[in-house]
């Protein structure tokens, strides 16, 4: 299993800048991807940035450019670098961890940290 704690979330003004942390129970080596999700109200819930396969990385073309994905190994934490947010980006962002197992996959998710930027 993996605990997934999250930290970071916040108000600010659009065009303003967090940094979300998302520190997991256990070395990412043995975590198949690791990133970032968020859901905003009334939509589904979507990707942000992830690793994948140790070092690769996915980000969303809604945040490229403004957002970068990044972790400490020795921390087994991966932070969230967001700059020049928008008021669309407010939501809900949610850490996510898959673990592969010998029937296929785990995954889990954190508790959520809420980001609210305004106009």
């Known amino acids: 299993q993996v605990q997934l704690v999250e930290s970071g979330g916040g108000s600010v003004q659009a065009g303003g800048s967090l940094r979300l942390s998302c520190t997991a129970s256990?070395?990412?080596?043995?975590?198949?991807?690791m990133g970032w999700y968020r859901q905003a109200p009334g939509k589904q819930r979507e990707l942000v940035a992830t690793?994948?396969?140790?070092?690769?990385?996915t980000i969303a073309d809604s945040v490229k450019g403004r957002f970068t994905i990044s972790r400490d190994n020795a921390k087994n934490t991966v932070y969230l670098q967001m700059n020049s947010l928008k008021p669309e980006d407010t939501a809900v962002y949610y850490c996510n961890a898959v673990v592969l197992v010998t029937l296929g996959s785990e995954t889990y998710w954190g508790q959520g940290t809420q980001v609210t930027v305004s106009s």
């Open positions: 690793f994948t396969s140790g070092s690769r990385t």
């Open positions: 256990r070395s990412i080596f043995t975590i198949n991807a």
